[in-house]
């Protein structure tokens, strides 16, 4: 996944994502005492409103992405210290002191290319009948993008910097995410797919801030805008981007 983000230009369109975070987050069950893992909280709209949930309750606020952690610290610091901030891989044993009742992630697993690590460092920080509810890009998600994203790769003077490369994206179906939940130990796993379209706006902002990172981490900056127009040349306007999301519902055995 990209190394860094702008977390500034991030936070400005991903309305979408805040959103889908919201329904997400109205899955899980909390009384409001628990301590939950945000794992990939980005620039913490959707932590703002877990927090809200857990008046007497902490966050863990896990990122890979320091300039996600520190918009996500500004926004936040009127929550105390019943945040706590942590840098850390998700494919990585997570640095965590204590295990979490509940885990939330929303639009991050699929920078995470190894489901079956992921999955396992989830569940050894959750308590016993811990709940993971989660949903990120699933199987087919924004095809046409990432088709035009490779396109303009191929193509000089971008062609050298991507080399050997293919994209980061994890889109998994729910039959095989099931499957790497049981494996890594988690049990009640409900995976489904639901497809949503998206008008981005501002398409270069947007595709430039979201979509296609993972391509613009591989080239200059120089070269960013003119990647970024020429993929959005090749989509066309109007401009919808078709979104399908994998939704996750597990918990780790009482025993």
Known sequence: MPTDWNAASYDKVADPQVRWGAEVLARLPLEGDETVLDAGCGTGRVTELLLARLPRGRVVALDASASMLEQARGRLAGFGDRVTYVQADLERPL???????????????????????????????????????????????VADVKAAGIDVASEAPYAEHFAGWETDWTFATPEDTQRRLELAGF??????????????????????????????????????????????EILGSPLTIDYVRLNILARTPES
């Open 187 to 232: 049990s009640d796993v409900w995976c489904w797919l639901t497809r949503v379209d998206v008008d981005p706006g501002d398409p270069a902002a947007y595709l430039g801030a979201i979509c296609l990172g993972s391509f613009l981490e591989r080239l200059p900056e120089s070269l960013h805008d003119e990647f970024v127009d020429a993929a959005v």
């Open 95 to 141: 640095p965590i002191a204590a295990p979490v009742d509940a885990v939330l992630s929303t639009a991050t697993f699929h920078w995470v290319p190894d489901h079956d690590l992921l999955f396992r460092n989830l569940h050894d920080v959750l308590v016993p009948g811990g709940r993971l509810v989660a949903q990120c890009g699933g199987f087919g998600n």
